[in-house]
């Protein structure tokens, strides 16, 4: 196979390329290495293994000063390179300058803040040139101190002369400052109060966290809210506190061996773990977690992560234990960034704050991935990513805005042969969020210097985003479906040549579909010029509509009224009273307040439910997830009749079989497994079906529900099996967090062609 790195950092006139080339000829791997306006790109093919042990060597044994800031990969099918070479730097489109994202602690920022001989020693915000927040202090291009939330603070003569020195490491280094001249912590009470600061406040804080108090912890991007991960009881308070009843909380550890302690890794996952970008990485739970029951419950997931500033790793080497980490915010809203902000809106969760006197200019969260496929799948594309462009296959005539969606927000802008996407702003339910919505086009577009040509929104009527567009840009607005648009953003990240077709397979809860019904498990035919519904799941009914997103039992319901009518009344397979069976059987027969829908994701919920596995959830996606973790404990390879016919994908034949199953008393765990198998068979079933009329073998699996491992990964390695070039998500989130990057392609596509 091909595989294509993009390396931000100090690659260039470090001798980056000619190491390249030798390590490529050693390895007998064929490709090219070249410069680019941001660093340096390479593409080299060979057998698998041979390139996984290429990305580690081309880190580890790199040119002495070469530094790699963000080292992106994806695998992709091979192109016949017939051998390996160093080619021109492309000089086409402008040299922009790229804004660098946060980048965690070098080892030498960590060595002297340990070193109690350095002028550094527990100093909390050392960096250097290789090291440091970039995207969340600058106000506005070059990337200068004075145009950063750095130009408070005045450098002392012993950090000015590091910073003149070409020779320093701190040569040029914007946020460079020290314990005499630099920004400083403090700890304040829950009222705000100043209690003690600098190296006393960590030793406080640390001590507070032992006695099992919660800490709002100033980072990078916002506020943290930390506390004790193994004290059942502190966990609890937070959750109670927090109003987030199930929802998992990511977890900090101290290093990688305390992470392998609670959880199994594979070598994918360490790498992940241990990456620049240091997302949280989404890994299952060992047996013998010392993890409060309450940091995940009733989940065998848990989100790991490691320490990226200084101060988060002077506070767990102190505590020497996990930390949970979670965003310091009230479920749905906005993480907190500044002190009035979080002391107002956190007083009453956080016992203290943890502050400091830098300004965090721009919000950014924490990123989430997760490993399927031994590739890196990205959940939530935020901090050590945003905002890095993606490259596309073509160039921009105009500069696109794309809108976004409503759940797992992000916007992009489109210019020149890049998307850039921004961080993750979230679910656009409250007023806050839909302001710092609003902050975020206004701060990207203004860092980035353009003025929309084109905009894109979703096509839904109730997005805010759609509604945003239509105030703000009226005329100007394209609006592109949302299936559409996450089978783009699959298609671009993969470097999908422009004028080729491919089969889609678009599965998530809802989205707008053009027939003005709620669609979510789609397969299209699709380029970049348009699409065709050619297959879709037969449409069922929602009972309450929006209500059968938090009560899968309703879901389940329908299913068995569609399957059995109304003798699903007597079949008793679901905790539902006399009365609430009547009244969705009402809503159902009536069509009242039930919309339709052919959502593959609600699907997998009434499944969930009806295996009994969760009738009500809390959070988006949790029986799901659930039926998911169930499913991995079997290994069944059984599966149920799905019958496909006139472009219809038929599921109660499906859920006629599982309830037979179900009275003949088989484990939970291989009913759910079966059901993942009957989805896989399917995917491949339609292929086929595409493929012999068409001809086409790239399928690209996209929407929230192919974050599920099982799916994923067995789709992918069926299909593989039956000659399709599958593609996946290694660059942007196959949730809705990436349907900003194919609104994007889509405006552009639809400008030319109009
Ligand atoms: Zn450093
Ligand atoms: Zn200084
Ligand atoms: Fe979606």
Redesign the pocket.
Known sequence: MRLKIDITGLVQGVGFRPFVHRLAEEMGLKGYVANTASGVLLEVEGAKETLDDFIVRADKEKPALARIYSLRHAFLEETGFQKFEIRESSAEGEKRALILPDISACEECLSDITNPRDRRFLYPFTNCTNCGPRFTIIHTLPYDRKNTSMKEFR??P??EREYNLPSDRRFHAQPN??????PKIRLHDCDGKPVCEKEEALEKAVSLLRKGYIIAVKGVGGYHLICDAENDETVCRLRKRKGREEKPMAVMFPNIGSIKKEAYLNVAEERAICSVERPIVIVRKKESATLAKGVSPDNSAVGAFLPYTPLHHMILKKFRRPLIATSANITDEPVAKDEEDAFGRLSGIADYFLSHNRAIVRRCDDSVVRIAAERQVPVRRSRGFAPLPVTVPFGFKKPVLALGPYMNSTIAVGIDDKVFLSQHIGDLDTPLAAGFYEETIADLLRLLDVKPGIVVSDMHPGYYSTKYGERHYGDMLVKVQHHYSHILSCMTENGTPPDNEIIGFAFDGAGFGTDNTVWGGEVLIASYRGFKRAYHLQPYKLPGGDKAVKEPCRTAFSLLYGAFGEKARELNLLPLGRQETDFFINMLKNGVNSPVTTSMGRLFDGVASLIGLAHKVSYHAQAAIALEQAALKSDTADSYPCIVKNNMIYHLPVIDRLVDDLRAGLPKEELARKFHNTIVAMVLHVSGLIRDETGIKTVALSGGVFQNVILLEESFRSLKERGFAPLIHQTVPPNDGGISLGQAVAGHYQFQSS
């Open positions: 450098m002392c012993e950090c400052a020290c314990d005499v001249c630099g």
